[in-house]
């Protein structure tokens, strides 16, 4: 039985632009462990120092969302935000207030944040459907992402992307129709992560390849096909992430699916980006389906979370702005292992003093000043017209000055112009050297700019930019992080 | 109707410290140094002085808050002490308070003295601070450098100079400094260079390398003020007079508004027009002797050049090549090595630029000496170009 009128309207995905170069990653860990140069095959996604599961899932939605000069506006409809991850940022503060923050979104939402297994991801898609089909949303967005942190020369290293997908669920205009889930909750310790820990700490591969998946994921599938009364020969798109190579497969045949109707994991060019990572598959084959086509994700983790979509005739409409697609061709090699240690904080880098700087947030002005910092709204004035960042009182047009008459204005999905730029080798930076320029934006304001995802000697006065939220900067002595909006040269 | 200061303060005395890394001395000693200068130079004792003004920009590493410093450094009788801070422009705006208090009449003799204790941070550069509260949380992660090259590109794209023209340029700027700072036994750099070493020096902020960088130094600099008639009264002769006292400051229009295009400083301009009907000049490149301007960085005295109108829009590559601004140009700039090699003790440097004024237009500069010089301009300025405090001041003999 299908479930008419619920499901996927709109998706989107976004994947950091650096790839990390599998050999590079070998070459600088066989001295300790020469069977690593196994593992030297393909790249990695790689997330700048300024990206965690936050900002990621931020782009994705913004993939995912209609396009439209105004978030404010046109991203009113959403009432409802499930954010996943098992690397989210802060563990008491709701990790999904800063993306909606981040989004513009209304402030009458259901907002949560969902984590605590690989399924996570999977769980928030099954969640945000029946909190729809169940009348309590009409807009349901997920966002997803992850940036797992594994120890310097681990397997995982090399296995791991960093990424992030978005699905919006609702009753119109439904791309893919939700036909069910299933959900096994079994505490099948592969791996876990304590409290407090850095790291995560796995048991033997061969137990979790044998007991785990080979026996969880097809019980769950099977009760899905056997729920939604879908023959496994239905099946258009089989969507499992999982590191163990050709086990997917396996477990597509235990289940009478054709192993053919496998999706790729991305494992050579993006890596397994978390719980994220099947919805970043489910981006990718929804950029593939064709209407009638089924697709079956299945996410392994203390259980298994299982979903059933069928996809209609608005899946051309729904495609993304750039989707897994667009952003695996924007891409750019890394072979700096030592620069992918440094952004992960595997490394003790020699800073020098200017990075001493307290970085404490007075947090009564980011809650004061909270659309601005969050979503880049500034104002318009209703008087000339003039868009200007930050809001103020007064009106800056010199023509102008009327006071209390700027309405709130977003730049955030703007594209602006460089007018000047530097690259600064004195001031600390991750990432040096900090390119930063006075940008501009042709419905008026400017505002000088934090660069980034931008190399030496490739901007100039008129490079086009698109800006991006960001990590602005760590307080590590109190463990926090504050974001602000960056410009990324188009 | 405001009349204008022109003529109605002069220049008692001038001090200057040795600029540098006076690793011997903080910010106290420093203030006693260029005030021991200033206050024999013009004659006074210290009971004379009847209101002081202190300018320091960075107090977390000077001499802190407040004008006590001063007043406890100098044993000053009691006086009215007024700390003012207004960014690298701080030492022109000490002496703009003391200048006005004499001319308003509320006092005879006024001390303005500017001081900065900058080599105490532990490592180069200019320190780093907390500009508010809400700024760290949105401005872009920048240092001054940066900040200041920005101009660079605004500025090429404008005029359709090339990278490697202004670039060359802006060395030319500094190989001119550093020859005129050899000149100064005062000034914290006193090697010349080469045009090769500024091309070739290590990238500080693009395209601005280590010589296109201006010294961070220690020091401290110092103006007693009187009207001229109590001047004439004490024998002074060959009197300077203050001709012109401007300030622009920034609204927000550069950094929000789309009308600035990047390329200049909008302060400057309007500081520096005002500044020439104050002291009634009509041709500046005419009639301006020499000047001393806020060349933290080459590209900042580049631009400046035709902020100042004495180079026209988009000539100033020219005219710096041309050697124009040379020690043997038609107006030598930075004669004393400018902030580049003379050093920048921020709250000192508007005073230091003053004082070089001061020397030469009274024939007593030395190896450096210009022929008969009769105006000088200083120009300095604080802040970023998007966002900044312009001083201009004129100065020279008196009926001149």
């Given at each position: 039985?299908?479930?008419?009128?619920?499901?996927?309207?709109?998706?989107?995905?976004?994947?950091?632009?650096?790839?990390?170069?599998?050999?590079?990653?070998?070459?600088?860990?066989?001295?300790?462990?020469?069977?690593?140069?196994?593992?030297?095959?393909?790249?990695?996604?790689?997330?700048?120092?300024?990206?965690?599961?936050?900002?990621?899932?931020?782009?994705?939605?913004?993939?995912?969302?209609?396009?439209?000069?105004?978030?404010?506006?046109?991203?009113?409809?959403v009432?409802?935000?499930f954010?996943?991850?098992?690397?989210?940022?802060?563990?008491?503060?709701?990790?999904?207030?800063?993306?909606?923050?981040?989004?513009?979104?209304?402030?009458?939402?259901?907002?949560?944040?969902?984590?605590?297994?690989?399924?996570?991801?999977?769980?928030?898609?099954?969640?945000?459907?029946?909190?729809?089909?169940?009348?309590?949303?009409?807009?349901?967005?997920?966002?997803?992402?992850?940036?797992?942190?594994?120890?310097?020369?681990?397997?995982?290293?090399?296995?791991?992307?960093?990424?992030?997908?978005?699905?919006?669920?609702?009753?119109e205009?439904?791309?893919?129709?939700?036909?069910?889930?299933?959900?096994?909750?079994?505490?099948f310790?592969?791996?876990?992560?304590?409290?407090?820990?850095?790291?995560?700490?796995?048991?033997?591969?061969?137990?979790?390849r044998?007991?785990?998946?080979?026996?969880?994921?097809?019980?769950?599938?099977?009760?899905?096909?056997?729920?939604?009364?879908?023959?496994a020969?239905?099946?258009?798109?089989?969507?499992?992430?999982?590191?163990?190579?050709?086990?997917?497969?396996?477990?597509?045949?235990?289940?009478?699916?054709d192993?053919?109707?496998?999706?790729?994991?991305l494992?050579?060019?993006?890596?397994?980006?978390g719980?994220?990572?099947?919805?970043?598959?489910?981006?990718?084959?929804?950029?593939?389906?064709?209407?009638?086509?089924?697709?079956?994700?299945?996410?392994?983790?203390?259980?298994?979370?299982t979903?059933?979509?069928?996809?209609?005739?608005?899946?051309?409409?729904?495609?993304?702005?750039?989707?897994?697609k667009?952003?695996?061709?924007?891409?750019?090699?890394?072979?700096?292992?030592?620069?992918?240690?440094?952004?992960?904080?595997?490394?003790?880098?020699?800073?020098?003093?200017?990075?001493?700087?307290?970085?404490?947030?007075?947090?009564?002005?980011?809650?004061?000043?909270?659309?601005?910092?969050?979503?880049?709204?500034?104002?318009?004035?209703?008087?000339?017209?003039?868009?200007?960042?930050?809001?103020?009182?007064?009106?800056?047009?010199?023509?102008?000055?009327?006071?209390?008459?700027?309405?709130?204005?977003?730049?955030?999905?703007?594209?602006?112009?460089?007018?000047?730029?530097?690259?600064?080798?004195?001031?600390?930076?991750?990432?040096?050297?900090?390119?930063?320029?006075?940008?501009?934006?042709?419905?008026?304001?400017?505002?000088?700019?934090?660069?980034?995802?931008?190399?030496?000697?490739?901007?100039?006065?008129?490079?086009?930019?698109?800006?991006?939220?960001?990590?602005?900067?760590f307080?590590?002595?109190?463990?926090?992080?504050?974001?602000?909006?960056?410009?990324?040269?188009? | 109707?405001?009349?204008?200061?022109?003529?109605?303060?002069?220049?008692?005395?001038?001090?200057?410290?040795?600029?540098?890394?006076?690793?011997?001395?903080?910010?106290?000693?420093?203030?006693?140094?260029?005030?021991?200068?200033?206050?024999?130079?013009?004659?006074?004792?210290t009971?004379?002085?009847?209101?002081?003004?202190?300018?320091?920009?960075?107090?977390?590493?000077?001499?802190?808050?407040?004008?006590?410093?001063?007043?406890?450094?100098?044993?000053?009788?009691?006086?009215?002490?007024?700390?003012?801070?207004?960014?690298?422009?701080?030492?022109s705006?000490?002496?703009?308070?003391?200048?006005?208090?004499?001319?308003?009449?509320?006092?005879?003799?006024?001390?303005?003295?500017?001081?900065?204790?900058?080599?105490?941070?532990?490592?180069?550069?200019?320190?780093?601070?907390?500009?508010?509260?809400?700024?760290?949380?949105?401005?872009?992660?920048?240092?001054?450098?940066?900040?200041?090259?920005?101009?660079?590109?605004?500025?090429?794209?404008?005029?359709?100079?090339?990278k490697?023209?202004?670039?060359?340029?802006?060395?030319?700027?500094?190989?001119?400094?550093?020859?005129?700072?050899?000149?100064n036994p005062?000034a914290?750099?006193?090697?010349?260079?080469?045009?090769?070493?500024?091309?070739?020096?290590?990238?500080?902020?693009?395209?601005?390398?280590?010589?296109?960088?201006?010294?961070?130094?220690?020091?401290?600099?110092?103006?007693?003020?009187?009207?001229?008639?109590?001047?004439?009264?004490?024998?002074?002769?060959?009197?300077?007079?203050?001709?012109?006292?401007?300030?622009?400051?920034?609204?927000?229009?550069e950094?929000?508004?789309?009308?600035?295009?990047?390329?200049?400083?909008?302060?400057a301009?309007?500081?520096?027009?005002?500044?020439?009907?104050?002291?009634?000049?009509?041709?500046?490149?005419?009639?301006?002797?020499?000047?001393?301007?806020?060349?933290?960085?080459?590209?900042?005295?580049?631009?400046?050049?035709?902020?100042?109108?004495?180079?026209?829009?988009?000539?100033?590559?020219?005219?710096?090549?041309?050697?124009?601004?040379?020690?043997?140009?038609?107006?030598?700039?930075?004669?004393d090595?400018?902030?580049?090699?003379?050093?920048?003790?921020?709250?000192?440097?508007?005073?230091?630029?003053?004082?070089?004024?001061?020397?030469?237009?009274?024939?007593?500069?030395?190896?450096?000496?210009?022929?008969?010089?009769?105006?000088?301009?200083?120009?300095?300025?604080?802040?970023?170009?998007?966002?900044?405090?312009?001083?201009?001041?004129?100065?020279?003999?008196?009926?001149?």
């Amino acid at each position: 039985m299908t479930q008419p009128g619920v499901g996927i309207t709109a998706f989107g995905a976004y994947l950091p632009r650096l790839r990390l170069q599998r050999k590079a990653m070998a070459a600088a860990n066989a001295w300790a462990n020469p069977g690593i140069v196994a593992q030297g095959k393909g790249e990695r996604t790689m997330a700048n120092w300024d990206e965690d599961a936050v900002t990621m899932a931020v782009e994705a939605a913004r993939d995912a969302l209609p396009a439209g000069p105004d978030p404010i506006k046109s991203r009113h409809f959403v009432d409802a935000l499930f954010f996943a991850s098992t690397t989210m940022p802060f563990a008491d503060r709701q990790n999904a207030g800063i993306v909606a923050s981040a989004l513009s979104l209304p402030e009458e939402i259901h907002s949560i944040d969902i984590s605590g297994s690989q399924r996570a991801g999977v769980s928030a898609l099954i969640a945000a459907a029946e909190k729809v089909k169940a009348g309590g949303a009409k807009a349901a967005l997920v966002a997803s992402g992850d940036r797992r942190k594994t120890r310097a020369g681990a397997v995982q290293e090399f296995q791991y992307g960093d990424g992030a997908a978005s699905f919006i669920f609702g009753n119109e205009n439904v791309a893919a129709r939700f036909l069910g889930s299933h959900s096994l909750s079994i505490d099948f310790v592969d791996h876990f992560r304590g409290e407090g820990e850095e790291f995560d700490y796995g048991w033997e591969e061969r137990w979790i390849r044998d007991e785990g998946f080979s026996k969880i994921v097809p019980r769950a599938v099977r009760a899905l096909l056997t729920k939604t009364g879908v023959s496994a020969a239905a099946v258009d798109h089989f969507i499992l992430p999982c590191l163990f190579p050709k086990l997917d497969q396996q477990i597509a045949k235990m289940c009478d699916i054709d192993p053919a109707k496998v999706r790729d994991n991305l494992g050579a060019t993006v890596g397994e980006c978390g719980t994220s990572h099947a919805l970043v598959m489910l981006a990718h084959a929804l950029e593939d389906a064709k209407p009638g086509q089924k697709i079956l994700v299945a996410a392994f983790g203390q259980g298994c979370d299982t979903v059933l979509f069928e996809v209609t005739d608005a899946i051309a409409k729904a495609q993304p702005k750039n989707g897994v697609k667009g952003w695996l061709a924007r891409r750019k090699e890394e072979t700096n292992y030592m620069k992918w240690l440094a952004f992960n904080g595997l490394l003790e880098m020699e800073k020098g003093m200017r990075a001493e700087k307290d970085n404490k947030t007075a947090l009564t002005v980011t809650y004061r000043k909270r659309d601005m910092l969050f979503g880049l709204v500034g104002g318009k004035c209703e008087k000339c017209g003039t868009a200007q960042f930050p809001r103020t009182r007064i009106c800056v047009n010199p023509n102008c000055r009327a006071v209390d008459e700027q309405k709130p204005f977003s730049f955030a999905e703007l594209q602006g112009k460089i007018l000047s730029w530097s690259a600064d080798y004195l001031t600390y930076s991750q990432d040096p050297p900090s390119h930063y320029g006075m940008v501009t934006f042709e419905e008026g304001g400017r505002f000088l700019s934090d660069i980034t995802d931008v190399d030496i000697g490739t901007i100039d006065t008129g490079t086009k930019v698109r800006m991006s939220f960001r990590i602005k900067d760590f307080d590590d002595r109190r463990g926090f992080r504050r974001y602000f909006w960056k410009a990324v040269p188009v | 109707m405001a009349t204008g200061i022109k003529d109605k303060v002069a220049i008692l005395g001038m001090g200057c410290s040795k600029f540098g890394e006076r690793w011997d001395m903080g910010a106290e000693e420093l203030m006693v140094e260029a005030y021991l200068e200033a206050a024999k130079d013009a004659g006074v004792e210290t009971s004379q002085i009847q209101a002081a003004w202190l300018s320091t920009h960075i107090d977390e590493q000077s001499v802190g808050k407040g004008g006590t410093p001063l007043s406890v450094a100098l044993r000053l009788p009691n006086i009215a002490v007024t700390r003012v801070e207004n960014f690298c422009a701080s030492g022109s705006e000490a002496f703009r308070g003391a200048v006005y208090a004499v001319a308003a009449g509320a006092c005879d003799i006024a001390l303005a003295l500017g001081v900065e204790k900058l080599k105490d941070t532990g490592y180069g550069g200019l320190p780093t601070g907390q500009p508010g509260t809400l700024l760290p949380q949105w401005g872009a992660n920048g240092s001054a450098p940066g900040n200041f090259a920005q101009l660079a590109s605004a500025y090429r794209a404008k005029h359709g100079v090339s990278k490697q023209d202004l670039k060359r340029a802006i060395a030319h700027v500094s190989v001119k400094s550093h020859e005129n700072g050899a000149k100064n036994p005062k000034a914290h750099l006193q090697k010349p260079i080469t045009e090769e070493m500024a091309l070739n020096a290590p990238m500080i902020a693009e395209p601005l390398g280590l010589f296109d960088c201006c010294g961070v130094s220690d020091g401290a600099a110092a103006a007693i003020v009187t009207t001229p008639e109590i001047a004439r009264a004490m024998g002074k002769k060959d009197i300077i007079t203050v001709k012109a006292l401007q300030l622009a400051l920034s609204n927000g229009l550069e950094s929000m508004h789309n009308s600035w295009d990047g390329s200049y400083f909008h302060t400057a301009r309007i500081a520096s027009k005002r500044a020439y009907d104050e002291a009634g000049i009509k041709k500046p490149r005419d009639e301006i002797s020499m000047m001393e301007v806020h060349d933290c960085f080459s590209i900042t005295e580049l631009v400046t050049m035709e902020d100042l109108f004495i180079s026209d829009e988009g000539r100033a590559v020219h005219d710096v090549m041309d050697g124009f601004y040379d020690a043997g140009g038609k107006v030598p700039c930075q004669i004393d090595g400018g902030l580049k090699c003379f050093g920048h003790p921020i709250g000192a440097s508007g005073l230091r630029m003053l004082y070089e004024m001061y020397l030469q237009l009274q024939g007593r500069a030395g190896a450096r000496q210009l022929k008969n010089p009769k105006i000088g301009m200083t120009h300095n300025l604080g802040g970023a170009p998007s966002m900044n405090v312009c001083s201009v001041a004129i100065i020279g003999a008196q009926g001149a």
